[in-house]
């Protein structure tokens, strides 16, 4: 147990964070922080000398009040959705963590309220689908899944996470493609194992000068070393020869991304390459590091880890359908979309989304790593509030007319009674007027600390989820 899961006593817990037991017992009063027996289990009533409480939920919930974040004072945060010491495992678990996706939010919340508020054969919508959450979650819980997005390297990642597979093909896929770039990097770094029948030596030269030519991308030439790049176009030049080529772009996006001339601390917002074999100092090592000069190793991380991430997820998924539409949810045609599938004809039970937050990512830029790669057309002038629109008053305008147009476009299609579900960190308080003008009141509202949201470090805020209804 690392010392932050630990469970103390009140008087330990004081003593550790500077406050008084007194401090402590009204935290725990105003369900700020849970109340758990000697086994780490949460309780109602404590026996004698058997209290605990957590040192992480204590520390996040300071840290709150530090941040001066005085709202979750009054507010209430709801003391399940916090998911406070949910290990790292489970927030990513089986295809969760098939490739990184900055913005996304945990399963578990997805499951909470799809659990409480829709059953089996339902259709749930999310018109913000990024890498697919909702959909995975949903299709565990048996229902229909629908998603959108706009980014067409989302809706990739987002239809092989969800996509049914011959499981036992694709790990050999995965592993034979592996196999082969192995092979090749051996012949690269000339290692003395490296099997001289399968690249002789003479044709060296004309090889990677041909992989050379089939890069046109400047990105890609000043963001990788002249290793990684080779490994990384002979391990492209290979997918077309296999059935699996999507989930093969998704390994081979995952190691790549991995693989940039970058500081081991910073893999989700770079801001330029780092010269092959610069020393920095590493806040993620704690010690003098280089960046990583070769792709191979990632594609050795990752190939069995794709494979065996599948195989879990085919245990739990059903065979309820999934639509991934990649387009602009402000017109997306959502019932020819829906035509020729199991659910044509049926009306949406509800949506359950996470639309983007106004200025905070650029959705397409985050993967630009993948677009050069693999030439995906770029939509980013459709993107609703980017970073780089900012956060001014004219870019809130913007993005509560986006959201709004997406609700309104979707609103025909759900049943009377739909509940849709918005989570959203609404510092800006503009979801009020987004769901009267998206034709939809808010009937209730859960506030919830993101202590960790996946890729996005570890800062905790606020969020909100809404939950809102047709507006008659
Ligand atoms: C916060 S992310 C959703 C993350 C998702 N809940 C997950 O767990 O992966 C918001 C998504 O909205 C998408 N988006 C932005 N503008 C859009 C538009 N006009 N139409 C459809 N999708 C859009 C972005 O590409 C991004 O993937």
Known sequence: ????????????????????????????????????????EPIARARNGELRVSLKELRIFLSLVEEGNEKHHWAGLHPELGFHGLPEYQRTKHVHRLHPYLGKFIPQLVEWFLSRHFKADDVILDPFMGSGTTLVQGNEMKMHTIGIDISPFNCLIARIKTAKYDVAKARAEILEVEKRVTQFSKFLIKADEANLSLFPEDRMEQLTQGLLEECNSEYLRAWFAPRALLEMLYYRRLIPHYHYQDLLRVVLSRAVRSSRLVPHYDLATPKEPLPVGKEYWCRKHNRYCVPIDNCITKIHAYSEDTARRLAEFDKLRSDQSVTVIQGDSREVNLKAELANTPIANRQISGIFTSPPYVGQIDYHEQHIYAYELFGFPRQDQLEIGPKKKGKSKQAQREYIEGIAAVFRSVLPLLQPDAKVFVVANDRFKLYPEIAQLGGLKVVEEFHRAVTKRTEQGDDPYQETIFMMMKDK
């Open 1 to 40: 147990m690392s010392s932050d899961l630990k469970l103390v006593t009140l008087e330990e817990a004081a003593r550790v964070v500077g406050k008084t037991p007194h401090n402590i017992r009204d935290y725990i009063q105003r369900k700020r922080i849970g109340k758990y027996n000697e086994d780490g």
